[in-house]
Each structure stands twice: as C-alpha cells, then as structure tokens.
C-alpha cells in the first residue's frame, strides 16, 4: 500500500488535483440548479433577474454603459445599475446573449462564480501557509459554507458570491503587500478586489470594509509602513469603480428619488434601529439543530475551529514559538475573533440604538453572517489547520484533510436537501420565464419597493408621510400609489408643465428596446418646457432638427420625477429624446478606462520582470553547477 502510495503521490497532491476536486465540490453545491432552464421561485428573484434583463435591454438599446432598461415599467423606463451594484450582470447578461436563456445563464453564473471563490481561497491560503492540505481543507469549508448556500438558494444572490470572491482577492492583496514593501501585485490585487466588492454588492462591500478596516488596525505597524501601497491600492479601486461611483453620487446630489429619502428607507426598506434589533437572534436559535436548512448559522465551521483551536492551544502549552510562527498565529486567534464576533452582533446583547447609523442599512443583523460568517471562518480553519498539521507526518495529513472534506460535503448536501428550507416548497413547481421575462407574470416585483423611483410619483394627491401614516406592508407604496401613478400618467402623453395640461405634438412610433422618444413640435410662440412619459434619470438627451439645424435642448428633471425638455420659441420642427452618458458618466468611465490602462501596462511589466527573474536564476543555477563540475 505503501508503494502504491509513493507512485501516485505526486498526482495526489498536486494543485491540480485539489482545484479539480474543487470544481467537482462546487458542482454539488449547485446540484439543483445544474444545467437548469427553470428559475428557483423565490426570495428576490424577480428583482435579480430583472436587474439582468435590465443590462441586456441597456445595450440592446446600444447604452455605451448599460444603465437604463427603457423597455421596463410600461415603457417609461427605469434604472436598476445606477444604484445597484451591476458587474455580476454584466457577465450573466454575456452568457445570455450566447444561449439566449436567462435561467440558464443565471444558474451557470452560479456554478461558475462558487468554483472561482473555492479556488480563490485555495489560491490565498496555499500562499499564506504553504499547505496545499490547509488550502483544499479551507476552500471546501468556504463552498459549502450557508454564506454560499443561502445566496444560491434562498435570495438567488448572485451579486454576495461575487463580492465574496472580490473580498478574498482582497485579502491576498493585503497579505503581499505585508510581506513585500514594494508589491505592485498585491496593489492590483487589493484595488480591483475593492472594486469588485463595491461593483457587486454593496452590503457585502459595507460588512467586509469594516473586517478589512479591523485587520489592518490590528496591524497597525506594518499598516503604518505599507501606508503608500495601500493608499495607491484605494485610487485604483475608486477609479476602477469611478463609472459606477461618480453617477452614484450624481443621484444622491439630486435627491429626488425614494433611495435617498430618509423617511422612505426608515419605514419601507426598514433601515432603523428597530428592525435590527427585531432581527437579532438568540443564542439558542443559533445554535438550534432542530430546524437545519441553508440559512443555517455555520454551527459545523465553529465546532471545527474549536476543536482545532483547542489543538493549537494544546500544541502550545509543550513547544516554545518560533518567531516565523508568531504571525500566523497572531492571524489565527485574530480571525477566530472575527468569527466569533458574528454571534455576537446576531444577538440579543446587541442594542442597534447604540451604535452608528450607517449601519442600520444592513435592515438586519443577520445579513452580517450572510456575507461574511464563510469568509471568516474559512480564512481560521485554513490558517489554524496549517499549524497543527505541520509537524504531522504527510500520509496523516492527507487522511484528515480528505476527513475534513467530506464532513464538509455531506453537511452542506443535508442542508441543501432540508425539507425546512424556504425553496423546498416551490423547488418542484418552476416555472418557465415567459417572453417579457416575468415569473409568474410579477411584473411589479422587479422594481422591488420602489426605491428607484423619483419620490414625487405616486405623490401627487397625497404626501409620502401621508402614505407611511396609512402603515401598510412594504409593497403597499409600490402597488398602490407608483404604478397607478403612471398608469394615469401614460395617458396624458406629452405635458406642458405650465399647466400640466396634455399637448397635441405628434408623437412617433416608439420602438420597444430603444429608449428614443421622438415627436414634432409647431413653432412656439415662447419658450417652454414639456414633460415627456418617461422617467427621469440622468443620462437623458434632447436635440431637435429645425429648420435644418441640429440643436441640443436642455433636459432636466420635471418636479413629478419625468423627463423635462425645454422647447426654444419660434422654430418647429422634430425633437429626439434619448438615453445617453451624463457628465458624471463620462469623467467615470474616463477614470475606470485609465486605471484599466494602468493595470494592463503593470501586468506586462510584472509579467516580463518575472521571466526575467526566472532567466536569471536559471543562468545562475547552470553557472553553479558547471563551477561545481569544474
């Protein structure tokens, strides 16, 4: 057995053969949606999978930065990646076009993104520690983690497993800029995992920050001397996501739309102290195996790393610590009260009055373990693992790590297939996704609450406090007063805002997937401004063709949150509406497409340093070798 052992040790262990097996796992984890048409029916997945169709429809309309899906809300248009995290779409709305198959590109996405996080985290472990055993044992632990398993199945979360992935590049950014002062690479690593996290999810981004925020503050010395790499690391994630940021901060100067309203986010997106403190969680809840399903808190991750903590203290009690050691070590018990620290801010010791209200918009104290309670662990159980197994003979090695694998699998398969699970219920009753892309005809569910929406519609008659007063579920906004809004709204066509008064401007076919809005106008006897039956986001262009001349009109935001044209006097002639770039759109991109030039120009540059290196110490190898020969 022995000898059979040696023979195909070198494939056993090969890095290779981890990723595969990697791949296999995750795989499993996504066993239910594989190769799946059908959309899982659940929590947010009509909003999700809008936000998808939304970038399609962006550059199906030829939008340069797919920001605005004119074809959604009856036509009048509405804007999902303008404040929303919109990379994850990007690369599903991809695969759509390839295989014309939403479900399916979603559910691919899925198995693709959990592969990549499972061999992130083996990448950065293996560095970390050197142990391809601690890095496989640490990457099965992050896959089939309930972060990993509740985005996959109970809010279709495509953008949080995205963020996860990001979050760990992050984190090995920061580990190579620790361990070399001059590392471009870990810069680049740093910067675009920020980006990414900031461009997928911005929850996910919020609770990361504060754990990255806390790492580097525990490593304040090293922090203080690294300060350069870490600042160059923060300009290249802002310019990497200036596209995203700079419209971003356009809209909050607006002010005008229900995601920025105080009073709308406290009451209908639960963004207060009470709902947070309505949704902490006992002690007992937590670590309650009654009722196990993928939303779960990581019960199996804290037995494992109290056991191997218990070893590490065991291991130190008969050895003395080298100083090589005392780092990771310092990391392990740093991380472990990382981990921890999710329990604790899940309970009921808790008082969210108490502390900054930024953090209120989580809405609930437990999305802190959904985004980030399987990175942290994760990061604990490969680094600890790594210390008690490296004295260990490396036949016991492989024997545990293969142990500690497959208690990971089987523990995640038994949550997957929970009868407790939300999803169980409508897991056999998918439904196709018709031609306009709703699931089960909830067109309205793909604008969620409404925060996107200009806070003036639905209004008019009665103020939004009057609204609240009337305390009602969280769709009741939505549902009762937007949509009949724009329902009476679209009959009025084209408005002068003088008197609100509908005109009689000829209007022209409007095409479905363009957000063109053309109508031609009489010669006006003063200047004036007319409302158009589209919503206001900024991006909207006017120009019109008078008496063979191309002018470019003025578009602003009309005070009923609709697209506003200012009409010179006396000159008629055609007017042509569309979506384009605003301002802050282009200096964003101008930035993003800077740093991305930045970062390719580096990457060559490592690139070609390296194989230079590699040269140099093969010529000095060869050099030694005959010296010695000699």
């Given amino acids: 057995m022995i000898m059979k052992y040696n023979k195909y040790k070198k494939y056993i262990l090969s890095d290779m053969a981890n990723m595969v097996l990697i791949f296999v796992i995750s795989l499993f984890i996504c066993k239910l949606i594989l190769f799946k048409s059908d959309a899982l029916f659940d929590n947010d997945v009509d909003f999700h999978y809008a936000r998808v169709m939304s970038t399609v429809h962006a550059w199906m309309d030829h939008q340069f930065v797919p920001q605005l899906d004119p074809t959604a809300v009856k036509g009048f248009g509405y804007s999902w990646n303008l404040f929303y995290g919109p990379f994850p779409t990007y690369f599903i709305a991809g695969l759509f076009f390839i295989c014309r198959d939403l ?67 992050s984190l090995y950014g920061i580990q190579l800029i620790f361990d070399k002062e001059k590392n471009g690479l870990g810069v680049l690593l740093l910067g675009f995992g920020g980006s990414g996290m900031l461009l997928s999810h911005t929850l996910s981004c919020l609770v990361m920050v504060i ?68 949704g902490r969680v006992s002690f007992k809840q937590m670590f309650s195996l009654e009722q196990l399903n993928v939303a779960s808190f990581p019960v199996v991750s804290l037995i494992i790393s109290l056991v191997l903590l218990c070893l590490i203290c065991s291991l130190l009690v008969f050895k003395r610590i080298k100083k090589e050691e005392s780092k990771l070590l310092s990391d392990v018990f740093l991380f472990f009260l990382f981990a921890l620290s999710i329990f604790v801010l899940c309970s009921n010791w808790m008082d969210w009055h108490k502390l900054p209200g930024f953090l209120w918009t989580m809405q609930s104290p437990i999305r802190i373990m959904f985004y980030a309670s399987g990175l942290l662990f994760s990061v604990y159980i490969g ?141 006006m006897v ?90 140099h110490a093969s010529l000095k190898r060869r050099t030694l070798r005959y010296s010695t020969d000699a």
């Fill in 526 to 615: 003063k200047t004036t401004d007319v409302e158009i039956p589209k919503i206001y986001y900024p991006g909207y262009k006017a120009y019109s063709y008078m008496n063979g001349e191309k002018v470019a009109l003025q578009v602003v935001p009309s005070k009923r949150g609709f697209v506003q044209v200012n009409l010179p006097k006396e000159k008629a002639g055609r007017i042509i509406v569309y979506y384009g770039l605003s301002r802050a759109t282009i200096i964003g991109v101008s930035l993003t497409l800077l740093s991305i030039f930045i970062s390719i120009c580096y990457l060559i540059k490592y690139r070609r340093d390296k194989k230079r290196e590699i040269r």
């Fill in 211 to 278: 754990y990255i925020m806390l790492l580097l503050i525990c490593h304040f010395k090293i922090t203080l001397k690294r300060m350069k790499s870490f600042v160059l690391s923060a300009c290249l994630s802002l310019g990497l996501s200036a596209y995203f940021l700079l419209p971003f901060i356009e809209l909050k100067n607006l002010n005008i739309y229900n995601l920025f309203n105080e009073s709308f986010v406290k009451v209908y997106m639960w963004k207060n102290p009470n709902s947070m403190n309505f």
């Fill in 103 to 169: 479900a399916f590109s979603v559910n691919l996405t899925s198995v693709i993104i959990v592969f990549c996080i499972g061999l992130m985290m083996y990448r950065y472990i293996k560095y970390r520690t050197q142990s391809q055993g601690a890095a496989l044992v640490s990457a099965v632990s992050m896959i089939t983690s309930t972060s990993v398993l509740l985005n996959i199945y109970q809010y279709s979360g495509y953008g949080p497993l995205f963020a996860m992935f990001f979050a760990i590049l």
């Fill in 383 to 523: 680094l600890s693992y790594s210390y008690v197994i490296r004295k260990a003979p490396r036949f016991i090695t492989i024997i545990l790590s293969i142990f500690l694998v497959v208690i990971n699998v089987i523990f995640s398969q038994s949550l997957i297939d929970s009868p407790h699970n939300n999803f169980a219920k409508y897991f056999h009753n998918l439904k196709k996704i018709d031609a306009s892309y709703s699931i089960e005809g909830e067109q309205f569910l793909k604008t969620a609450i409404g925060e996107f929406f200009p806070t003036s519609i639905g209004t008019q008659e009665k103020s939004l406090s009057q609204i609240i007063s009337e305390k009602d579920f969280a769709y009741y906004f939505s549902l009762g007063y937007i949509y009949p809004a724009l329902d009476k709204r679209i009959q009025e066509g084209i408005v002068n805002t003088s008197d609100n008064q509908p005109t009689n401007f000829k209007v022209h076919e409007q095409k479905y997937s363009r957000s063109e809005f053309v109508f031609d106008v009489p010669k």
